[in-house]
Structure formats: C-alpha cells, structure tokens
C-alpha cells in the first residue's frame, strides 16, 4: 500500500503542523500519512505469531491498520471453517481443517472437536477388525511424491528425530516406502489402531471369512477369477504384468499411487458382489493393492516380521500369493519397495 501523499500549491505552506499520529490525516503535513508507525499498510496474516499450527486452514490475510496514535494491529481475522469450500472435515493432509489448534487428529484423540477428525478409508474384514482400504501414506505425500517425515513417535535408533508422522488411508498417493516395522508399530498404534497380523492380512487378500472362498491373488472378480493368473482385464502393479512405459521395449517397473486408475480390477473384492456384500455386512468396501505396488509389513504369531503382497519389482507372480509368506525381516528392515497399511480392532471411522 502506498502513502497518501498531499500536494500544496506552489508557495502555499501548510501552517501549525502536529506531531504524527496514526490516522486519516499528514499531521506534521509533510506529504506522508502515518510515518510514525513503519508497518502501516504492510501485509499481515491472522495468526501472525501464533504457535503451529496456529489458524490452519482459517488463517486469513490482511494489512497492518491504525489501532491507537502510535500502534497498528492487522486487518486479517480468523475464518470460521464452515465458510472454507471443504467446510470442517477434518483430513490426512497436515493441515488443522477444523481449525481447533489440532492437525490430523485421530478417533482415539479427538481433542475438544470430537465431530472433526480424521476418517480414514477403512474396510471391514471381520466382526471386529477393520483394516485401511489403501496402502499406507504420508500426510504431505502426492500422487508425485513421497513426502517426509518417519513413524518413530516414542523410540527411534540413535540421532533420528521423533517426527510422529501419521500414517493415512487416501487414493492417488505414493505409498510410504523405506519404512521399518518399529516404525509401523509405532504408527499404526498412533492411529489407534496395531500392525496386521500377517494372518489377518491373509484373510484380507483371500475374502475367506464365512464365505468358502479362498482367492490366490487380490484380483476381481470375486470367485475364481481370484485364484487365476493375471490376464488382460485384471492385474496388478507386479514387475510382470504392468508396464510402467509401454512405449519403451521391455517392461519398465515403477512405484504407482495407491489405487492407480492405470491398473484393472486391482483389489480384493469385499464391496460390490464381494464377500460379504449382502444382509447386514452390505456395503462393505474394496481393498485395494493388496498384490503388488509395494510389499505390506505384517507380523505373524511367532513375533516375526513377515511382508506380503508382492511389489512393484516381484518378477514371479507365485511371490505375491496372498499366502505367500516367505520372506522374513528384523525391526530395522527397511526398503523402496516395501510399506504397510494398518489394522483396528474398531471401527476408526466413529
């Protein structure tokens, strides 16, 4: 904003200046309006000053305006959230969307908000267990990008921060990578939730419970399908059936978001003529990934660390069975083609 300047006509001076205050008028009358205080009419935000996360997604911005002689205060204040055009939901994102000084708030911490938190997408596998709908992901993560941060939140190996990242269950994101399983303990048990079993992560991909189906792969459709090969009309991000480049000779392996429009019928079919689609589990939804894009930490009743699935880079459809449950790895492990995704045993939608 640029200072009121006052022109006077030639050999005309301005009698009985004043001292400068802060106000409409040049009160010393030397062409500038409020020089006494340096920030007038400079850019300000609503939560200038405030702690993180501060007004999250209700900052506003403004300008320094008169509040006294010599002081201003800004313009901007706070937005209430059910003017923003996501209203109040609260979302995996690290930002505070219900605007109540928590981000990403969880069903187990709610904080004083308890209508606005975090719902991830969740599929239910059994009476009482529920288990995420896509492979697990950072808050600030893209359908391009990773995002930062890592799961530690109450022990990490020497000189690594507590970053207390959460873990999200969203389409259309680059799964979490090069994640140990202390860190998908730590997180998932953030999330109110515990790290699948890899039992459970079994029942997941093979849609057994009270069904009589055992699925080998987590293709659609439900039925025999699921127990077949890949085919034209339905694969998975494995290193022999999707072509990251199909333009390029050869087949290139690449890491894609969760739930990939690229790929056909890639989920275990729990949702529409699923498992249990019918009676009073009706409506259940899809679990997606589950063979291929990034192999999934799980840990069996032994206490062993088991990962599941298949990946991105798996060049034997056999190694991403749903039972499948060879390779073995210790609390540190971890690699670029392998994630997780967390399980509950309630319902953390509520």
Not at 12 to 32: F, R, S, Y
Request: aromatic share 10%; glycine share 10%.
């Amino acid at each position: 904003m640029q200072r009121r300047q006052l022109a006077f006509p030639a050999g005309v001076t301005p009698n009985n200046p004043a001292a400068e205050i802060c106000d409409a008028l040049d009160n010393d009358c030397d062409g500038v309006v409020n020089e006494n205080v340096p920030d007038f009419g400079q850019p300000c935000v609503s939560d200038a000053g405030l702690p993180f996360p501060g007004h999250g997604a209700c900052r506003t911005s403004g300008t320094r305006v008169c509040s006294g002689p010599s002081a201003t205060t800004c313009s901007a204040v706070k937005a209430n959230c059910n003017t923003l055009p996501g209203g109040c939901t609260e979302l995996c994102d690290g930002v505070d969307n219900d605007c109540d000084g928590l981000v990403d708030e969880t069903f187990n911490a709610k904080g004083t908000d308890a209508t606005n938190f975090v719902r991830p997408a969740v599929g239910q596998i059994g009476s009482s267990l529920w288990v995420y709908q896509y492979e697990a992901s950072r808050p600030n993560a893209s359908s391009t990008s990773l995002g930062s941060g890592n799961g530690y939140f109450t022990s990490a190996p020497a000189g690594t921060t507590l970053d207390r990242t959460p873990a999200c269950s969203v389409p259309n994101r680059i799964p979490w990578i090069n994640v140990t399983p202390r860190e998908v303990e730590q997180t998932c048990s953030a999330m109110g939730g515990f790290i699948c079993s890899t039992a459970q992560w079994k029942d997941g991909c093979r849609i057994t419970p009270g069904t009589g189906n055992d699925c080998s792969y987590g293709y659609n459709t439900y039925g025999t399908p699921c127990r077949t090969s890949f085919t034209t009309t339905k694969y998975c991000n494995l290193g022999i059936s999707f072509d990251f480049d199909p333009v390029v000779a050869g087949i290139q392996s690449a890491l894609l978001p969760t739930a990939s429009a690229l790929l056909q019928n890639c989920f275990a079919p729990w949702g529409t003529n699923g498992a249990w689609d019918s009676g009073p589990f009706a409506g259940r939804a899809n679990l997606f990934d589950f063979t291929g894009n990034v192999r999934e930490i799980t840990r069996n009743a032994a206490g062993d660390y088991r990962l599941m699935g298949g990946a991105f880079t798996t060049q034997s459809e056999s190694g991403a069975t749903c039972n499948f449950d060879f390779y073995a790895v210790n609390d540190a492990f971890k690699f670029q083609d392998t994630g997780f995704r967390c399980c509950f045993s309630s319902n953390p939608t509520l």
